[in-house]
């Protein structure tokens, strides 16, 4: 009797652990391998909207997305990339400041740079389209410095869905270099100046590899919704603008073309994942890991 | 992905309170929709096309709805298209549940939604849809339709003359407009500095980057086919090509500043675009707060497109359906929904109606057009279905999306 409990009890902790991972798994695979499959499939089909669809091993689809939408593609690079790097320069010492400064207000200004996003993603960039608008304080400043042409504008332009892109993103840059530069030892730093580095040696060489982690988990959370994102462009630009997540949007639900819109998204994952393969290669794995456990 | 709304739409379901309401939602339809039946049909009508009901064609198919107690209806509508209280009353005069839903956002999302079941032919669980005239045309094509029973929609005579006898539905067999809209030109006279009077004008160089135009190809080609001195009712699919290799011509001028949905409607209200090509309820409910917008009907003329109520095959409760028709085609309830959702009206004697209780609404023109103003209207051009997706497919490129 009291073998046989312990045997159970045993088994018990050997399953444990398979255990405590079935309800990521079962996510994993509902919420994720069977979308993507799904999409994979659809991506093979073809026919119309009104005849169905059928699978067929149509490959024509990704042929079409890679030599028409080129140009979307290579414009979403740019304007996420762009968008990570002012992201990092307004972030890092916005944060900088909030964990090296902020002394007994750290908490307020933490919450305040998280708070826009207890907004709505879609309000934040309609506001943005006030800010912007025409006739509008930031317009007419910029027009009265000579920054912006006399008929210039903002509203439907590169600027402004670059800058909506950045404003939507920057808590996920700033909140990991936040936890980051937390976690640095302070008196690492005052044995560099004790042995006499100078403040900037001392940040670019302790504080800044030490951050390192942070810097990798934000650039990485910032780049890569606003790849795929579709919102900025279509309510800040203009058809001068559109990224690829545009033309998915409207592939799915104008043309109602799933198998080229379900390429489209299979490319734009597979172009993420070679992305961040070679960001993590290049800027070595552990900062990654180390950012996961920050 | 594909259920992922735009962000037009929950924007303008954030504003809803606002009232841009249906306009809005509708312009999407007409965004997304044809209309085949106005001046065709409407120059068909006046010669001599009798009601509906008594037209019998080729194609009239027997239809009979027995009159059985209303326990239940399945309504799916755009959202903000009904003053609700009509739904109520109805409930309160013939008993029965009204399931009212607001679920059609674009006639494309919607169609693929319903897709998989249409084409087994099987039942989609809503009595009525309401969907935009190129969409009926598809659902009828396809046989996707239960059709009317006339004989329990007798105020069907109500409707309009010039929408009897569209190119899709020549008896009015299977559809019945709800409410019908025109895309022509929104404007502010103040900064555009003075009148606009032909389509042609919002092409003028002092207005470079001012102006919008609407994404959907159905809207703004036809606009451009009549600006060209053509008539969409028998515009082919060459001239619809032509009139979107301009739209490009102008947009790459930089002459356009955006290709939009419903959401012009802000650009033009806070003066960052002084020309909208734009749809007529909008532009009446923008009004409210800018009074000085103007909704242009072109000298070229303007598109009306229609919204129609449709039963969907194998439809559960068809005789509560056609009640719900004839109720609305009551020039009282008419009346009640035109001055809620300031859209064109196809029922005759609602304006007569709305006159007794709100007589600055009934003189609306674009409420309620005159014949002069009913002349200058034109349908969406008929397209095949292949032509009909080489247009989409030459608009997103010029759209960049």
Known sequence: ?????????????????????????????????????????????????????????????????LSDYQEQFLRSLFYAGTATVLALVIAFPLVYFVAFRGGRYKTVLLALIVLPLFMNFLMRTVAWQTILQDDGFVADTMRSLGILEEDGRLLATRTAVIAGLTYNFLPFMALPIYAALEGVDRRLIEAATDLYATRWQAFRRIT?????????????????????????????????ETMIGNVIQS???????????????????????????????????????????? | MPEQPRPEDIIERLLAEQRLSRRGFLRKAGATGLTFSGAAAFLAACGGV????????????????????????????????????????????YGGKVKYTEEINDNQEFFGKVRQQLQQGQAIGRDIVVLTDYMATRWIRNDYLTPIDKKNVPNAQNLVEGLRAPNFDPSRQYSLPWQSGMTAIGYNPKRTGGKLSSINDIFDPKFKGRVTMLADPHDSASLMILADGKKTADATIDDVLAAIDRIDE??????????????????????????????????IQLQADNPELEFLIPDEGAVLWSDNMLMPQKAAHPYAAETMMNYVYEPEIAAKIAAYVNYVTPVIGAQEELAKTDPETAENELIFPSDETRAKLNPYPTLSPEDENRMLEAMQKVTGA
């Open chain 1, 251 to 294: 592939k799915f639900l104008v043309l109602t073309d799933y198998p080229t819109a379900a390429a489209l998204s299979f490319l734009l994952m597979l172009f993420i994942v070679v992305l961040v393969a070679i960001y993590i290669r290049v800027l070595g794995r552990r900062s990654l890991f180390e950012a996961a456990a920050a």
């Open chain 1, 208 to 240: 800044v590899p030490l951050a390192m982690p942070g810097i990798v988990a934000g650039s990485l959370l910032t780049f890569i919704p606003a790849l795929g994102d579709y919102v900025n462009a279509s309510l800040l630009g203009s058809s001068r």
């Open chain 2, 50 to 93: 009798e009601g509906t009901a008594t037209k019998t064609t080729a194609e009239t198919v027997a239809v009979d709805h027995p009159k059985v107690p209303i326990t239940q209806l399945n309504f799916s509508n755009w959202p903000l298209y009904i003053d609700k209280s009509v739904i109520k009353s109805f409930e309160k005069e």
């Open chain 2, 250 to 283: 102008e947009n790459r001028k930089g002459q356009i500043r955006r290709f939009t949905g419903n959401d012009y409607t802000t650009d033009l209200a806070k003066g960052n675009v002084w020309i909208s090509v734009a749809y007529s309820g909008d532009v």
């Open chain 1, 1 to 65: 009797m009291a073998r046989r409990a312990l045997l159970t009890a045993r088994r018990r902790r050997q399953l444990l652990p398979y255990a405590i991972l079935v309800p990521g798994v079962a996510w994993l695979v509902v919420f994720f391998a069977i979308p993507v499959l799904n999409q994979v499939y659809v991506s093979l089909e073809s026919g119309t909207i009104e005849q169905g669809y059928a699978f067929d091993w149509n490959w024509s689809s990704y042929g079409t997305a």
